[in-house]
């Protein structure tokens, strides 16, 4: 655990690279490559070639289908119902939106976002001035409740590295490789450092708009245009699901923080900021009680939709 003796020699600022399949920005290094621009904010890369042969019901003609290389579409031969109507040209329209699916959620944090330890459930907690009946099934729910949190208790312990080095330039890079390891859809810079007033700020700074990747928009296939759409929610879903994407992208590093160091013994702020027309600020405050139990708790709670209490979004136009 980070605890004041290792806090006077950690802090870093460093710049990662993007590397997830989706982008915030036409990667300088695309020639060569082909990517499909979505909206003006998001790039995705062109899906490898494939194509299918469609054949009219009663088998006397056919018409080949494929993925477009100009944008997420199918081309087909013959401009026809029969071929528009096609279960063939439907299944090639299902593997171009799975494919276009799978980089945008490739390339944001999933959940849960630490090892697949989960906290016990509160049926398993039943502790003891909870319900009535006969004493012995009480004591035997107190007993079964204790053994399930210390069995998570030791799950999760044994998801840290064994004896990590907490000295400050190695902690530093350990906790940065760490980090390093939340996919990134642009260049982003990463820092930590101490408060003067005490605690610790590790912040994720980013240009570009994540909406899409937060699942802003629907993605489906439309037929008339034999295009993939991307057809904005209404304002209050798009929120929901922004304020999700940013709080579990900084569950994403929180679990970072405790799989690499275990921990903080003093507060740590955790702040996510992406700019591009308007800038969205995400943060959240994780206390030197919170890590452990806290933290796989308050990843549980968010994959049911409920958000940390200090959890804080804002967004400046």
């Known amino acids: ?39 003006s904010t998001t790039w995705l890369r062109a899906l490898p070639a494939k194509s299918m042969l469609v054949h009219k019901p009663d088998q006397s ?20 119902e029969w071929v528009s109507s096609s279960s ?36 398993q907690l039943d502790w003891p001035d909870t319900g009535a009946g006969d004493p012995v099934i009480r004591r035997h729910r107190r007993s079964a409740g204790l053994d399930a949190l210390t069995s998570y208790t030791e799950r999760a312990d044994a998801e840290l590295e064994e004896d990590p080095d907490l000295s ?17 859809p642009a260049d982003t810079r990463v820092q930590l450092a ?11 700074d980013q240009v570009g708009n994540p909406d899409l990747l937060w699942g802003t928009s629907a993605v489906s296939w439309h037929g008339p245009s034999r295009a993939v759409e991307f057809s904005p929610l209404p304002p209050g879903d798009a929120e929901e699901e922004r304020r999700f994407g940013a709080c579990a992208h900084l569950l994403a590093m929180a ?5 690499a160091t275990g921990g903080c013994s003093v507060p740590m702020r955790l702040c996510y900021r992406s700019v591009f027309d308007r800038t969205i600020t995400a ?6 009680e919170q890590w452990g139990f806290y933290l796989a708790i308050a990843v549980h709670e968010l994959s ?14």
Do not use: C
């Open 1 to 39: 655990m980070i605890d004041e003796e290792s806090l006077a020699g950690i802090g870093f600022d460093a710049t990662l690279p993007a590397d997830a399949p989706a982008r915030l920005a036409l990667p300088l290094d695309a020639e060569g490559q082909t990517w499909w621009q979505i909206g």
């Open 255 to 259: 679990t970072a923080v405790e799989a």
């Open 283 to 288: 943060m959240l405050t994780i206390s030197s």
């Open 168 to 184: 400050g330039e190695n902690l530093s890079a350990r906790l940065l490789r760490h980090l390093s390891a939340i996919p990134r």
């Open 194 to 204: 101490a408060q003067e007033h005490g605690g610790l700020v590790l912040s994720w």
């Open 88 to 123: 063939a040209l439907q299944g090639l329209a299902d593997d171009l939106v799975a494919g276009l699916k799978r980089q945008l959620a490739d390339s944001v944090p999933p959940l849960p976002t630490r090892a697949a330890v989960l906290p016990p459930s509160e049926l």
């Open 304 to 317: 049911k939709g409920q958000l940390p209490e200090d959890f804080r979004l804002n967004i400046e136009e």
């Open 61 to 80: 003609r056919s018409a080949q289908a494929r993925f477009r290389s100009d944008y997420p579409g199918i081309a087909v031969d013959e401009d026809a």
